[in-house]
């Protein structure tokens, strides 16, 4: 222990209500000692004292104790003063104070994540959204964690209302009452009330938006073999959904300003003009797709949907002849890797399926 002093401001009984310049130190025997002009010092126990982080932004330490006369307070107000002040604080004082700092570091942390959104924001429109939030991986992550599902519920709406404009969408009928009906099993206990729609196009292509909105195109509809291989799909898009990945990717992709006004309720701008596109193009990273295929997976064995429909589409796609990739391949790049790892997974399951009651043939006759 040293009786190194450090400066600060006492408040008390008998004190100007500004409190008055103190100086304090740490006594051999562990007590506070705090001296002021003209005074006798007064010396505090420290099992008697209070240690709180204090001041603007919680640079500060308030030491507080109850006296024979009342309350009082050693303010000690800039983050020099307090270090000298930890420095030579007896050991048993040493947690609580660092538990003080503790509470300081949070509170940084927040003012800076604060800041930097600010930053960012204000220099958005300056800068190459897209190039910068690349980099912040952390910025994603951040604003992905604290996006609420009402919000990204929102964020599907805006990207269907985008998809409509740009594709023919059917809401109703035959094979929109399939997915839904399939999708159900697939999405129990999710916090998202999931809707399902067919884009009517030719491509072999899916996706599902934030918020619990899948599109499957009219091109894959024809091309599955069963109800089952339809199911595989749908469990993966889900599990893209349910694990947030169209919704990182489209932060990645529009930039945080479009987060910003989606919060902040003014949606009208040209900012999500793009959305639906940006997301049928929207590839998601190797890891992305074998979370996704896990999760698929996972989900399709607790409905109890056979997965080797969701083998064989991918076995189907992985030996597709044409020029051009199919649309999921190019957006959800299925590597061989991913058909071993699916083919050993499903290899190792043992339990009996319910055949789906979808007639697919029929569906397929009726799709426009
Ligand atoms: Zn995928």
């Given at each position: 222990m040293t009786d190194r002093p450090f400066a600060g401001r006492l408040f008390g009984p008998g004190l100007p209500g500004a409190g008055m310049n103190a100086t304090g130190c740490w006594t051999e025997s562990g007590a506070l000692r705090v001296s002021t002009p003209g005074a006798q010092p007064a010396e505090f126990q420290a099992e008697a004292l209070e240690i709180a982080a204090a001041g603007f932004n919680d640079a500060g330490l308030r030491i507080s104790w109850e006296g024979p006369?009342?309350?009082g307070t050693f303010m000690v107000e800039s983050e020099v003063e307090r270090s000298a002040c930890a420095a030579s604080a007896p050991s048993g004082l040493n947690t609580r104070i660092a538990a003080a700092s503790g509470q300081r570091s949070r509170l940084e942390r927040h003012f800076r994540v604060g800041w930097l959104l600010l930053a960012l924001f204000l220099s958005l429109p300056l800068i190459g959204i897209g190039a910068f939030l690349l980099q912040a991986d952390r910025i994603t992550d951040w604003a992905v964690a604290h996006i609420s599902p009402r919000h990204e519920a929102r964020l599907g709406d805006l990207v269907l209302a985008q998809t409509r404009l740009q594709m023919k969408i059917i809401d109703?009928?035959?094979a929109v009452d399939a997915l839904s009906s399939i999708g159900?099993?697939?999405?129990?206990?999710?916090?998202?009330?999931?809707?399902w729609f067919v884009a009517d196009r030719?491509?072999?292509n899916a996706f599902a938006a934030p918020g619990g909105v899948v599109v499957v195109f009219s091109g894959l509809l024809r091309s599955a073999g069963s109800a089952e291989e339809l199911a595989g799909v749908l469990a993966h898009e889900v599990a893209h959904a349910e694990l947030r990945h169209s919704l990182r990717g489209?932060?990645?992709?529009?930039?945080?300003?479009?987060?910003?006004?989606?919060?902040?309720?003014?949606?009208?701008?040209?900012?999500?003009?793009?959305a639906a596109t940006r997301l049928t193009e929207l590839r998601f990273s190797r890891e992305a797709e074998r979370e996704a295929d896990d999760e698929g997976l996972?989900?399709?064995?607790?409905?109890?949907?056979?997965?080797?429909?969701?083998?064989?589409?991918?076995?189907?796609?992985?030996?597709?002849?044409?020029?051009a990739p199919p649309a999921i391949l190019s957006t959800h790049p299925a590597s061989g890797e991913r058909l071993t790892r699916l083919r050993r997974e499903v290899a190792g399951l043992t339990q009996t399926w319910i055949a789906l009651?979808?007639?697919?043939?029929a569906l397929q006759k009726n799709i426009p």
């Open positions: 006369d009342g309350a109703r009928g035959q159900s099993k697939l999405t129990s206990g999710s916090p998202h009330s999931y809707r030719p491509d072999l489209l932060i990645k992709s529009l930039g945080l300003r479009a987060l910003v006004m989606l919060v902040i309720g003014d949606a009208s701008g040209g900012v999500f003009a793009d996972r989900r399709l064995v607790a409905a109890r949907i056979d997965p080797h429909g969701m083998l064989r589409f991918y076995e189907k796609l992985a030996g597709e002849k044409r020029l009651p979808i007639d697919l043939e």
